[in-house]
């Protein structure tokens, strides 16, 4: 399957509580055996602005992002399973240049074209530190379909997730 036009997923997340790390999958419809990845090319964040209003000290803090795992400890840029991040603090929510939604993350300049996932399974995070009120967020991912061979999509598992 070779796409010529970009696709779009939509995924949207209000946290099971305060403080606490959640997730949602995303729903791509297609089977796991299908060595099937996702070129993304651009994602697309949308955060409830009045959460903003709650970063007030040093310590609080908003992360989200896409993950390959709905099982990892927290949303960390060394963990491999974390495709792409956002960490929002009180020294980039002071600055409202960048505080702008949705917030655009695009990748279609690397030399691929984009950041190449497994299509299954993919997972909206996201995580708080000294919030009161849950979070809202919303995900549009655009993307092109790659098919790969079996050894191809083994090794973008591989360096993807950790296997045991």
């Known amino acids: 399957m070779k796409d010529k036009f970009s696709q ?19 729903n791509i419809g297609i089977s796991l055996h299908e060595n099937l990845a996702l070129l993304i090319h651009q994602i697309d964040y949308y955060v ?16 989200f992002g896409i993950s390959t795992s709905g099982t990892i400890p927290a949303i960390v840029p060394n963990d491999h399973n974390i495709v ?19 917030l655009i993350k695009r990748y279609n300049a690397f030399p691929s074209g984009g950041i190449i996932v497994p299509a299954r ?3 909206l995070a996201c995580m708080t530190e000294g919030f009161g009120n849950a979070v809202h967020i919303e995900c549009v991912i655009h993307f092109l ?20």
């Not at 779009?8 to 995303?26: C, G, R, V």
């Not at 379909?145 to 045991?164: D, H, M, N």
């Open 8 to 26: 779009k997923i939509y995924q949207e997340l209000t946290m099971s509580n305060t403080d606490t790390l959640t997730f949602a999958e995303f």
């Open 48 to 63: 409830d602005r009045a959460r903003m209003q709650e970063i007030a000290a040093a310590t609080d803090e908003l992360r």
């Open 84 to 102: 792409d991040m956002v960490r929002i603090n009180l020294i980039v929510a002071a600055s409202p240049e960048v505080l702008k939604f949705p």
């Open 121 to 123: 399974p993919l997972y």
């Open 145 to 164: 379909y790659k098919k790969l061979s079996g050894q191809e999509f083994l090794e973008l598992v591989q360096a993807t997730r950790i296997i045991a």
